[in-house]
């Protein structure tokens, strides 16, 4: 067998050579089987049988060694691989990281263990069934879901895609890999918004441009309040130009129902998402709000880019799906519908399309209107 003695004759070695010729065995068996390259079904049950009598006689550190140089092989059979994770050790997790193929079986084993580094670094495999997967998604583990988060051999969908909304909301790692996802609604970050970075914030706010929304709880305020949006963008302007943001937060959590907490964090975005979605939410046109948003903001040399992607958002996205987005934050809809069909977005919009237009120069009127219309404020002031 595999170009050394047969197992007849490992086999009388090991009932006569001690521990000592046991360790040998398995360490030169495990090395001629990986060296073997594929072996042959014959070869391979072969040597299962040689090596499951070998494993549990040898010494604790010839097993890991043995099992190391075994999880090296082209091809192992589930019951070679129980005997690699059983007996590997502290390298288990690199095993599972670079194994050509692992047997459902084998790692229905590892996760019915529950070792959380184990089972994290099998979710991050594209080999995973759907029975294994359904096992990692049942875990209660932040590692677990972090990997399945990341795996982009995994598709969002069902249950699947539930859960990581869900947990998207808990925890802001996972929020990040489903917002560097294409094949993942962003519209379902909307509760872990204020956690996402500033572009994945605008990628939110993206994901409810031409697209249907259900009726948000928040609506009949916002129209209570519509007749004043001049009066507010007026207000908002003010105090942003003159940056009294505690005031700032005052206003909004007046407005909006949200805790003081919250509206301190929009009053403080230097980004403008937040504030945008407040804005458009309350009726703002992109002259007014964009007026807002200069004061508000921070952007430096892309300040002129940031600003003409809000006026382009201003007019994409309606004031119902942010008053919806708004609701998100609150607590009070149940995001998944909005994986319904009556509320998908009506147009796809393809990665080639977005860089194309993301790499043309930007300019808007809108923004050039609001800018003029800022500096002439600021040059009456000033004389």
């Keep these: 067998m595999l170009g050394f003695q047969p197992y007849e004759t490992f086999q009388l070695l090991i009932e006569t050579g001690g521990v000592d010729r046991t360790n040998t065995l398995l360490i030169a068996a495990c090395d001629a089987y990986t060296r073997r390259g594929k072996p042959t079904l014959p070869e391979m049950e072969q040597f299962e049988t040689l090596a499951s009598r070998l494993f549990p006689t040898a010494s604790p550190q010839a097993r890991t060694k043995g099992a190391a140089i075994l999880g090296r092989a082209e091809e192992l059979s589930p019951t070679l691989e129980k005997l690699v994770v059983d007996n590997i050790g502290e390298d288990l997790i690199s095993f599972l990281e670079t194994a050509t193929s692992l047997s459902a079986q084998t790692m229905l084993d590892i996760i019915a263990r529950y070792d959380v580094l184990a089972c994290a670094t099998l979710a991050t495999r594209a080999d995973l069934s759907n029975v294994v997967l359904a096992k990692l998604f049942q875990m209660n583990s932040r590692k677990v879901y972090r990997a399945l988060a990341a795996n982009l051999h995994i598709v969002p969908r069902g249950a699947y895609l539930s859960a990581l909304a869900r947990s998207a909301q808990m925890d802001h790692l996972v929020a990040e890999s489903l917002g560097r996802r294409d094949d993942f609604d962003a519209a379902l970050l ?72 919250r509206c301190g964090q929009i009053a403080h975005d230097v980004t403008g998402a937040s504030l945008f979605v407040i804005l458009r939410a309350f009726g703002a046109t992109a002259y007014d709000g964009l007026k807002v948003l200069i004061h508000a903001t921070s952007h430096d040399a892309e300040r002129s880019k940031a600003l003409a992607d809000f006026a382009t958002l201003f007019g994409a996205v309606s004031q119902e799906s942010m008053a919806y987005l708004m609701s ?56």
């Design 190 to 261: 909307a509760p872990a918004f204020f956690d996402l970075s500033d572009d994945h914030r605008i990628k939110v706010i993206q994901a409810f441009a031409d697209r249907a929304t259900p009726t948000a709880p928040i609506t009949r305020t916002i129209e209570q309040l519509s007749v004043a949006t001049a009066e507010l963008t007026r207000a908002l302007m003010k105090l942003f130009s003159e940056n009294r943001r505690p005031e700032v937060t005052k206003l909004l959590a007046q407005i909006t129902g949200l805790d003081e907490v």
């Design 328 to 383: 998100a934050w609150r607590g009070e809809v149940n995001l998944l519908e909005l994986s319904k069909p009556q509320y998908q977005p009506f147009t796809q919009r393809s990665r080639r399309t977005s860089a194309a237009e993301n790499a043309r120069p930007s300019s808007n009127p809108v923004v050039d209107q609001a800018i003029e219309a800022l500096a002439r404020i600021g040059i009456r002031r000033a004389g």
